[in-house]
């Protein structure tokens, strides 16, 4: 037992403390025939430096973006994440903080979760936003049932141009929750018709830029909501919002979103950054954890949580949410990247994201594939090609060009269809390069 620093004598001392013979003795409910015989069929040990050889090579089994051009999107964006974001959220303080219970030990840590909430309110245009929630989809769920307790009504509706793992989560949260959730269909990639949405809505939930890439009418959306009393919940890019107007604009009722673009790493699908934004009347409704500006009793500024005894685990029975933590090293991440890059430069981000994505249409449009929606986009766009996605995403990743999701994988009536993302990171080049590999095997 090479790693636990306890000799015989610390274990035997142990043991008579509690009062058992051996440590067989704490597993005496455990039935005989569930019990380990023997060794385990494990490799044998490995020096350190052979250890990590045998790691390189399983990691070199998977697809990664320095010998891989990414146009895959679909939720989790290749977007550059400036050096400065992994200096600061590598540092022992923050890397393995946990939550700031006691402010006059935490005041740094307090201070980037404000200064975190200020930008992402700022972002979308909302009056505050809380200290992050687990991800995207979660966000999205906790906003619904949030709606349903304040607007005392069982049904949610949303859009089915919503992401369809958004769209999983909110149904396994609502059927927990003994919510009906009830999914309005779109036209053309656009959720056009919001007839559907009754006075029995608690709210109405659109994306935009939706999972096809396209912006929706959230003007539109407002006046269905005012109609009908429903709240208005939008799921929101952050990057685009820096370009388009803002949900809050629209007069929002709630925005979410999946804050990975702002300087979190794709990874291989985590971890992520659940974004909540809302109207300050909901303040005391809200999902998670609010960190306030107050002052001290000698009226020094400082940082505190607020609103929130502790956690929303405490008196679960009258809790807002079953949240029990939050992402705060990833919210820190977002907060040193937007800092890093600026009001100014993550609007030039936007606008390099839409320029690319014009001419990737451009181009990509020229092969023998067409654009399948007509509705503006802002940098994801749906190809219709004249063969399988699923074949031509296979053939064109052996040529290291990771070309998109297949939506067949996600809607069998899709299986021509392919979902390709533009970032600020594709160059010139390399969507030339695409396009040229792209009509090679379409012919």
Known sequence: MPYIPHTVEDQEEMLATIGVSSIDDLFVEVPDHLRLKGELNI?????EDQLYGHLKNLSEKNVDLAHTVCFLGAGIYDRFIPATVGAVISRGEFLTAYTPYQPEAS??????IYEFQSMVAELYDMDLSNASMYDGPTAMAEAAIMATSLKKRSLVVVSDAVHPHYRQVL????????VEVKTISHQE?????????????????????????????????????????????VVADPTASALLKPPGAFGADVVVGEGQPLGIAMGLGGPMLGL???????VRSIPGRIVGRTHDGQGRPGFTMTLRTREQDIRREKATSNICTNEALMALAATVYMCAVGKNGIRQIAEATVRNTQYAIQQLTATGAKLKFPGKVFGEFVLTLPKNASQVRDELLSKKILAGLPLGEVDPTLPNDLLVAVTEMRTKAQIDDFAAQLKAVLA
């Open 171 to 178: 149904e396994t949260y609502c059927w927990a929750m003994g």
């Open 43 to 47: 490799p044998a040990a490995l020096s």
């Open 107 to 112: 005041q740094g840590y307090l201070q980037t």
């Open 189 to 233: 990639g656009q959720t056009s018709d919001l007839s559907e949405v009754s006075e029995e809505a608690a709210c109405l939930i659109l994306q935009s830029p939706n999972f096809y890439g396209v912006i929706e009418d959230l003007a539109t959306m407002r006046t269905s909501c005012d109609a009908t009393g429903a709240l208005m919940i």
């Open 276 to 282: 909540f934004a809302c109207k300050k009347e909901f």
